[in-house]
């Protein structure tokens, strides 16, 4: 019998060697089998121990990878929206974000004292962007450090194009936690999800809302956009709001809305239209999108001599999640803005209506009793005054209406005096 012995060599501790050692037939086949047992018991053992720390090693370990499809635009085109929007601004990220201003590729994580650095943003020889960007964080903060190695972090976004045309967005993600592995791994999916999301909906095209309303035989017909102008930026439009714009300018034609502090500015005055904007449309100003341009114009409506075709076009790009929202908001105050000029426009702003009683009663001045008489050219005077006037059963066809609050104000007769509609695409100025 010849016995293998382990060898003590520390390279390999689970190498063997030949030992020549004769020895006799039964103390030989106790010895050898007890070496073997003991041999195989410590492999086994070592083995379990290596899986044993590898499932730790993975325990630790966040990894996420996600895709976004990008239609009708190029991978250049996707990437630099990404550095303009994601990098420079955020992306949708509830976190304030803060390029530096010695190093354009370095962004401050305000609320988490982080800091992110662009690995490379080179360009190839035909001067294009390249298919992929790197980034880490560099410095992970005293909120970070507690549960984030260092040094162990490292994002990568490729921008790949689409068999199908367009872009694919691909979005890695890994590094290794201290602890809560699971936690971190679902807030990072959330949050790279979040931001494909955004990204794809700032460059999609916008929707655009087109209203039509017909003003019959307005008193100024010459000057509507003047009028436009006085009455909804300069007073307010008649909305049920608590204090009148407030001025930004010396001429008016910046305002901001209190509340919700919405920043809204005229563009341009022509002899038949006005264009403006939302100069800060947010979550924090209940007004979702990525951008807004808006249009009124004023045509001749061919149908009917004397009467003035009101139409108001608004161009937007709602967040992710958030189209319906921006939707119904949109038509709401552009609805009752409208109904509020139609009525100013055809009343010469001069009739008030009493909103207490039962007896339908109009009064014109320019000093209201207030609190009795309200404007009819307002948001509660056209309420009242349309509730005066409607002869329809309470019980069905009245409360109705009360879930409709874009036809709360509108007389049964004025039904075909609006035209509203959605699309997709830009307003040609």
Same mark, same amino acid.
Request: neutral net charge.
């Given at each position: 019998?010849?016995?293998?012995?382990?060898?003590?060599?520390?390279?390999?501790?689970?190498?063997?060697?030949?030992?020549?050692?004769?020895?006799?037939?039964?103390?030989?086949?106790?010895?050898?089998?007890?070496?073997?047992?003991?041999?195989?018991?410590?492999?086994?053992?070592?083995?379990?121990?290596?899986?044993?720390?590898?499932?730790?090693?993975?325990?630790?370990?966040?990894?996420?990878?996600?895709?976004?499809?990008?239609?009708?635009?190029?991978?250049?085109?996707?990437?630099?929206?990404?550095?303009?929007?994601?990098?420079?601004? $955020?992306?949708?990220? =509830? +976190?304030?974000?803060?390029?530096?201003?010695? @190093?354009?590729?370095? !962004?401050? /994580? &305000? %609320?988490? *004292?982080?800091?992110?650095?662009?690995?490379?943003?080179?360009?190839?020889?035909?001067?294009?962007?390249?298919?992929?960007?790197?980034?880490?964080?560099?410095?992970?903060?005293?909120?970070?450090?507690?549960?984030?190695?260092?040094?162990?972090?490292?994002?990568?976004?490729?921008?790949?194009?689409?068999?199908?045309?367009?872009?694919?967005?691909?979005?890695?993600?890994?590094?290794?936690?201290?602890?809560?592995?699971?936690?971190?791994?679902?807030?990072?999916?959330?949050?790279?999800?979040?931001?494909?999301?955004?990204?794809?909906?700032?460059?999609?095209?916008?929707?655009?809302?087109?209203?039509?309303?017909?003003?019959?035989?307005?008193?100024?017909?010459?000057?509507?956009?003047?009028?436009?102008?006085?009455?909804?930026?300069?007073?307010?439009? $008649?909305?049920?709001? =608590? +204090?009148?714009?407030?001025?930004?300018?010396? @001429?008016?034609?910046? !305002?901001? /809305? &209190? %509340?919700? *502090?919405?920043?809204?500015?005229?563009?341009?005055?022509?002899?038949?239209?006005?264009?403006?904007?939302?100069?800060?449309?947010?979550?924090?100003?209940?007004?979702?999108?990525?951008?807004?341009?808006?249009?009124?114009?004023?045509?001749?409506?061919?149908?009917?001599?004397?009467?003035?075709?009101?139409?108001?076009?608004?161009?937007?790009?709602?967040?992710?999640?958030?189209?319906?929202?921006?939707?119904?908001?949109?038509?709401?105050?552009?609805?009752?803005?409208?109904?509020?000029?139609?009525?100013?426009?055809?009343?010469?702003?001069?009739?008030?209506?009493?909103?207490?009683?039962?007896?339908?009663?109009?009064?014109?001045?320019?000093?209201?009793?207030?609190?009795?008489?309200?404007?009819?050219?307002?948001?509660?005077?056209?309420?009242?005054?349309?509730?005066?006037?409607?002869?329809?059963?309470?019980?069905?066809?009245?409360?109705?209406?009360?879930?409709?609050?874009?036809?709360?104000?509108?007389?049964?007769?004025?039904?075909?005096?609006?035209?509203?509609?959605?699309?997709?695409?830009?307003?040609?100025?």
């Amino acid at each position: 019998f010849f016995l293998f012995l382990p060898n003590t060599s520390l390279q390999d501790k689970h190498c063997m060697h030949l030992a020549m050692v004769p020895l006799p037939g039964k103390l030989g086949f106790l010895v050898y089998s007890t070496v073997l047992f003991l041999l195989c018991s410590s492999i086994c053992v070592d083995g379990l121990s290596n899986i044993r720390n590898n499932q730790i090693n993975n325990n630790n370990v966040v990894q996420v990878s996600i895709s976004k499809q990008i239609p009708l635009l190029s991978p250049e085109e996707v990437k630099k929206s990404w550095l303009d929007y994601t990098w420079s601004k $955020g992306g949708g990220v =509830p +976190l304030l974000i803060q390029i530096s201003k010695k @190093n354009k590729f370095k !962004r401050a /994580l &305000i %609320p988490l *004292f982080a800091e992110e650095t662009l690995l490379h943003n080179d360009k190839n020889k035909n001067n294009n962007y390249t298919s992929s960007l790197s980034y880490e964080l560099s410095e992970l903060g005293p909120i970070w450090k507690s549960e984030i190695e260092v040094d162990s972090h490292l994002g990568t976004v490729s921008f790949l194009p689409d068999i199908d045309g367009g872009t694919k967005l691909l979005w890695n993600v890994t590094f290794l936690t201290k602890q809560r592995q699971k936690l971190w791994q679902a807030v990072t999916e959330q949050s790279i999800s979040q931001a494909c999301n955004s990204l794809a909906s700032h460059i999609a095209d916008p929707i655009k809302y087109t209203q039509i309303m017909r003003l019959r035989r307005p008193v100024d017909n010459a000057n509507l956009p003047k009028t436009f102008f006085e009455f909804v930026w300069k007073q307010g439009g $008649g909305l049920p709001l =608590p +204090l009148p714009p407030l001025r930004l300018d010396s @001429n008016g034609y910046d !305002r901001l /809305l &209190i %509340p919700p *502090f919405l920043r809204e500015q005229v563009l341009s005055i022509g002899d038949d239209s006005i264009v403006y904007s939302v100069r800060n449309p947010s979550f924090f100003t209940f007004y979702p999108v990525h951008s807004h341009i808006g249009r009124v114009r004023f045509v001749q409506d061919e149908d009917d001599d004397g009467s003035v075709l009101m139409v108001w076009e608004v161009a937007i790009r709602p967040y992710y999640n958030c189209e319906s929202y921006v939707k119904a908001f949109t038509r709401g105050i552009v609805q009752t803005v409208g109904w509020n000029f139609k009525a100013h426009v055809e009343l010469d702003g001069e009739e008030f209506v009493i909103i207490s009683g039962s007896k339908q009663q109009n009064y014109s001045s320019s000093l209201p009793l207030w609190p009795l008489q309200v404007r009819r050219d307002s948001w509660i005077g056209r309420v009242a005054h349309s509730n005066k006037q409607d002869n329809r059963p309470i019980i069905w066809d009245q409360l109705l209406d009360i879930l409709q609050p874009w036809k709360w104000g509108m007389l049964s007769d004025q039904s075909n005096d609006v035209e509203c509609s959605w699309s997709t695409g830009n307003i040609d100025l």
